[in-house]
């Protein structure tokens, strides 16, 4: 379940990264392992319950430089199931990011990444599941170039691109040939931003291009293209209160007048400490191509709320909703999703924190008789060393 998390470990005093004043030592590590059972291990109409186990893993290390510093980082995911083994994924990869400061007034940010990915499904007929198996790479790189103009304004650019190239599917036991299913995507990003910070208020105007070519598993590539234009307005008071607004419009453009749509670009999150707690709301519109049941993307509407408290001086508790509305531009038709969770963190020492969640989440989508429900429970362990 795609549900944002205000996770208890933001309320817990020395689990948030380590910055570099307080860090000790330049190279940091952090490892999470926990123990999930699903009554939906499929994620499907058809729900099957199986136990499963979640590690995740990170290495970080960093090299100060003339002109600033660079960060390289190794990561890597790895879930494992007790009896459907064909849901079974794992991921690794390495990122570095440099940054340069060559003067005051200007500041260079460079990122390069790359990452593997193996991930186990299903194809689910009636009461028939077929495990599929899926590799992917992806690389790309990065550049930001911040410029502070006068003492208020400041100018951001942003350029970034990736490679994602998919391989065969394999089916469970050879019951199919193996087959193209997952298309290759290359995307290119541009954006452009004005800042202007007066004391506690921040306002900006953004606009963002964006193309991703679609390619590999069609007859012929596909362009999807994306144009928004925003303007945002952020505040910050001294006794916690926040909010930020970012509205405007976007375009979506694909090949083969597969889509040609314009819809409102909405962002805003308000947070407000109320005796004791931290109430956080967010609500979001737009486009989304990269987590979508559709061929290219979806348009989503999506609204959470979350509340977090502290219980005692190690122990903190967060819960929060969401709902939300998703149009498959091509495949034509909609779903409606809403879900629940609930955490309990309990910093057990100065690096180490036990987490007990609980996540419920529900999908409907009329137009094709279809729906689903899912309830994980977890217990992880996590540690930064």
Same mark, same amino acid.
């Given at each position: 379940?795609? &549900?944002?998390? /205000?996770?208890?470990?933001?309320?817990?005093?020395?689990?948030?990264?380590?910055?570099?004043?307080?860090?000790?030592? +330049?190279?940091?590590?952090?490892?999470?392992?926990?123990?999930?059972?699903?009554?939906?291990?499929?994620?499907?109409?058809?729900?099957?319950?199986?136990?499963?186990?979640?590690?995740?893993?990170?290495?970080?290390? %960093?090299?100060?430089?003339?002109?600033?510093?660079?960060?390289?980082?190794?990561?890597?995911? &790895?879930?494992?199931?007790?009896?459907?083994?064909?849901?079974?994924?794992?991921?690794?990869?390495?990122? !570095?990011?440099?940054?340069?400061?060559?003067?005051?007034?200007?500041?260079?940010?460079?990122?390069?990444?790359?990452?593997?990915?193996?991930?186990?499904?299903? &194809?689910?007929?009636?009461?028939?599941?077929?495990?599929?198996?899926?590799?992917?790479?992806?690389?790309?790189?990065?550049?930001?170039?911040?410029?502070? /103009?006068?003492?208020?304004?400041?100018?951001?650019?942003?350029?970034?691109?990736?490679?994602?190239?998919?391989?065969?599917?394999?089916?469970? %036991?050879?019951?199919?040939?193996?087959?193209?299913? =997952?298309?290759?995507?290359?995307?290119?990003?541009?954006?452009?931003?004005? !800042?202007?910070?007066?004391?506690?208020?921040?306002?900006?105007?953004?606009?963002?291009?964006?193309? !991703?070519?679609?390619?590999?598993?069609?007859?012929?590539?596909?362009?999807?293209?994306?144009?928004?234009?925003?303007?945002?307005?952020?505040?910050?008071?001294?006794?916690?209160?926040?909010?930020?607004?970012?509205?405007?419009?976007?375009?979506?453009?694909?090949?083969?007048?597969?889509?040609?749509?314009?819809? +409102?670009?909405?962002?805003?999150?308000?947070?407000?400490?109320?005796?004791?707690?931290?109430?956080?709301?967010?609500?979001?519109?737009?486009?989304?191509?990269?987590?979508?049941? %559709?061929?290219?993307?979806?348009?989503?509407?999506?609204? =959470?709320?979350?509340?977090?408290? +502290?219980?005692?001086?190690?122990?903190?508790?967060?819960?929060?909703?969401?709902?939300?509305?998703?149009?498959?531009?091509?495949?034509?038709?909609?779903?409606?999703?809403?879900?629940?969770?609930?955490? /309990?963190?309990?910093?057990?020492?100065?690096?180490?924190?036990?987490?007990?969640?609980?996540?419920?989440?529900?999908?409907?989508?009329?137009?094709?008789?279809?729906?689903? %429900?899912?309830?994980?429970?977890?217990?992880?362990?996590?540690?930064?060393?």
């Amino acid at each position: 379940m795609r &549900l944002a998390v /205000l996770s208890p470990l933001l309320l817990l005093p020395g689990i948030a990264m380590a910055s570099e004043a307080d860090a000790p030592s +330049p190279v940091s590590a952090e490892i999470s392992i926990s123990r999930h059972y699903t009554d939906n291990v499929l994620d499907e109409p058809l729900a099957v319950s199986d136990w499963y186990t979640l590690m995740r893993g990170s290495v970080a290390g %960093d090299i100060d430089h003339g002109l600033g510093e660079t960060r390289i980082t190794l990561g890597g995911e &790895l879930r494992r199931h007790d009896l459907f083994t064909i849901e079974n994924d794992a991921a690794g990869g390495i990122e !570095t990011q440099t940054t340069l400061r060559p003067s005051e007034d200007l500041e260079l940010r460079g990122t390069l990444f790359l990452r593997h990915i193996r991930e186990g499904d299903a &194809l689910v007929i009636e009461d028939l599941a077929i495990g599929t198996q899926t590799a992917k790479t992806i690389g790309g790189a990065g550049a930001v170039v911040g410029l502070r /103009l006068t003492p208020a304004l400041v100018s951001t650019t942003e350029v970034k691109g990736f490679r994602e190239r998919a391989r065969d599917t394999f089916f469970e %036991d050879d019951v199919l040939p193996a087959l193209r299913l =997952e298309p290759d995507r290359d995307r290119i990003f541009a954006s452009q931003a004005l !800042t202007h910070t007066d004391g506690p208020v921040q306002r900006a105007v953004r606009t963002t291009a964006e193309r !991703t070519t679609f390619s590999g598993s069609f007859a012929e590539a596909i362009n999807l293209d994306r144009l928004q234009l925003r303007g945002e307005i952020g505040w910050r008071s001294e006794n916690g209160y926040a909010f930020a607004l970012a509205a405007g419009g976007e375009w979506l453009r694909a090949s083969f007048d597969l889509i040609d749509i314009v819809r +409102p670009s909405i962002e805003a999150t308000a947070i407000a400490p109320i005796a004791g707690l931290e109430l956080r709301g967010t609500l979001r519109t737009g486009f989304e191509s990269d987590d979508t049941d %559709d061929l290219l993307a979806s348009w989503v509407r999506r609204a =959470e709320a979350q509340l977090a408290w +502290p219980l005692a001086e190690h122990f903190a508790l967060s819960t929060g909703i969401f709902v939300e509305a998703r149009d498959n531009l091509v495949l034509g038709y909609s779903e409606n999703r809403r879900g629940i969770y609930g955490e /309990l963190g309990w910093q057990a020492s100065e690096k180490v924190t036990l987490v007990l969640r609980l996540d419920y989440g529900e999908t409907r989508a009329p137009d094709i008789d279809f729906a689903k %429900d899912r309830l994980d429970a977890s217990l992880a362990v996590r540690t930064r060393l």
